[in-house]
């Protein structure tokens, strides 16, 4: 511990991963102390030098770390040393705790430092107000580039575009545009596509840039453009953006209008914290805890888990009233209440299996109408086989349990129907919740759980009734 400490005390610019994290990817508690203290000591001089200089993803796991006061504190003493991108980097709770903190002017001069992109996913969750202010301080043109950003709906590839790019005229040399781009002091940080537009900025093509670097310079542009086959329009939502570059292996794409003109470039690193987000958003909403994020407060993730928690609250009365129905075969066989749990929860197991798999597979658009009633044949099939298995299982632990053997074949039968229709249930409610255009990632796992508890129920205790009352 002492040479870990005495590391982080003699941390300089060229501090590595190794100084900040542990061997599992987690920030040293040494270093945040280390933080932690310099920012309790008001110390600009060592968070300049310590904090300042980390990677964005450095600092936005630092944050996350911190306390609250501690995050606020940390931005105010870094003052214009503070990497406003680093705020794409945490969870949306801290980001606005923080930004709400900071006067409009500090915001509106950190971002015009920042590409088009991370400066929108910044200024999108402010109030309109705040927006409208941070704008007005713009420079015009960044000003409408990031106006028309904002203008496109929530989750589209207008909002994760980066305006920054370049474009040249089809009639342009390859040294034209060679000096053009060497010239120039407002071109993006990286780039690997060089766009072609008419007067009107509508795409034609596109070159790569190792083409143009093969290419003599007498050459035009227009002679060794290719097609643009995969642009992608500004409304399109953000996750069939993410499928287009992974369907095509793509780094960037352009973005246009309504109009086919060329408003943005998409690139694979938005691509990529897009593809995480959507996949987080569909795992949150499988557990029925909708938007909530890890740095939510106590009211908000109530907040976000109570809709789904009173659906199931009702779909559980509805079993309740099922067992109701049979309270008299249930007094006269006592082992009947100790037995039903393990019918519906076997079956409600098997339904979240395959309604995963399902849910998955609409959001990848691998399951379609082409393939549906195979998929749904396959799962009948794996309900129907896991059902026997499980049926021969508890079948003869119950009937040696009990030492009765007709209380075996009961609970063993009533586990093959629940599995068979577990499996059903798990594929058919995302498909068919999915054909009206409701989320099936949201409201499946309630419904299937109710359908599998209803069934279980109803199975178990309806055949126990037929038995004893023919018995």
Same mark, same amino acid.
């Given at each position: ?310 659906? !199931?609250? $009702?779909? +559980?009365? %509805? #079993?309740?009233?099922? =067992?109701? /129905? ?8 006592? &082992? ?81 129907? !629940?599995? $068979?229709? +577990?499996? %059903? #249930?798990?594929?058919? =409610?995302? /498909? ?8 099936? &990632? ?30």
């Amino acid at each position: 511990m002492q040479g870990e400490s005495e590391q982080i005390a003699g941390l300089s610019q060229n501090a590595t991963h190794s100084d900040i994290y542990d061997d599992d990817g987690i920030i040293r508690a040494s270093f945040l102390a280390h933080i932690g203290a310099a920012v309790a000591d008001n110390d600009t001089l060592t968070l300049k030098r310590d904090v300042a200089s980390l990677h964005e993803s450095e600092i936005g796991d630092l944050l996350e770390a911190l306390q609250p006061d501690q995050r606020r504190l940390l931005v105010e003493l870094l003052g214009a040393d503070f990497d406003f991108s680093a705020l794409t980097e945490v969870d949306e709770a801290i980001r606005l705790a923080i930004v709400e903190n900071l006067p409009n002017a500090q915001i509106a001069q950190a971002v015009q430092e920042l590409d088009s992109d991370d400066a929108v996913y910044i200024l999108e969750d402010l109030d309109q107000e705040d927006q409208d202010e941070i704008l007005a301080q713009l420079p015009f043109t960044e000003r409408i580039r990031l106006r028309r950003s904002l203008d496109y709906p929530e989750e589209s590839a207008g909002r994760r575009m980066q305006t920054e790019f370049i474009a040249v005229p089809p009639f342009w040399t390859v040294g034209q545009t060679i000096d053009y781009m060497r010239e120039d002091q407002d071109l993006p940080d990286s780039f690997s596509q060089i766009f072609v537009i008419d007067a009107t900025f509508k795409l034609l093509g596109a070159v790569h840039l190792d083409q143009i670097l093969r290419t003599r310079r007498m050459v035009k542009v227009e002679d060794i453009m290719h097609e643009t086959r995969h642009a992608i329009p500004a409304t399109m939502d953000q996750e069939e953006a993410a499928r287009e570059f992974e369907q095509y292996d793509l780094l960037s794409a352009a973005v246009v209008d309504e109009d086919e003109r060329l408003v943005g470039v998409l690139t694979i690193d938005d691509v990529v914290d897009v593809i995480q987000q959507e996949a987080e958003e569909d795992l949150l909403r499988l557990g029925g805890v909708g938007d909530e994020e890890l740095s939510d407060n106590i009211l908000a993730a109530s907040r976000s888990r109570v809709p789904w928690l009173l659906v !199931n609250l $009702f779909t +559980a009365f %509805l #079993a309740a009233s099922v =067992i109701g /129905l049979f309270d008299q075969t249930i007094e006269r066989v006592v &082992a009947l209440a100790v037995l039903m749990p393990i019918v519906a929860g076997m079956g409600g197991n098997a339904a979240s299996q395959t309604m995963t798999v399902t849910v998955r597979a609409l959001a990848t658009r691998d399951l379609d109408i082409y393939n549906a009633w195979r998929i749904i044949r396959r799962e009948m099939g794996v309900g129907f086989i896991n059902g026997i298995i499980f049926a021969v299982l508890i079948g003869i632990v119950a009937a040696t349990w009990f030492a009765d053997f007709h209380l075996g074949i009961i609970i063993a039968t009533a586990m093959i129907i !629940n599995m $068979f229709v +577990a499996a %059903l #249930a798990g594929i058919l =409610i995302p /498909l068919v919740l999915d054909r009206y255009g409701v989320d099936p &990632a949201v409201a499946s796992a309630v419904f299937v759980t109710a359908v599998t508890d209803v069934v279980g129920f109803f199975a178990f205790l309806g055949l126990a009734s037929l038995w004893f009352s023919f018995g």
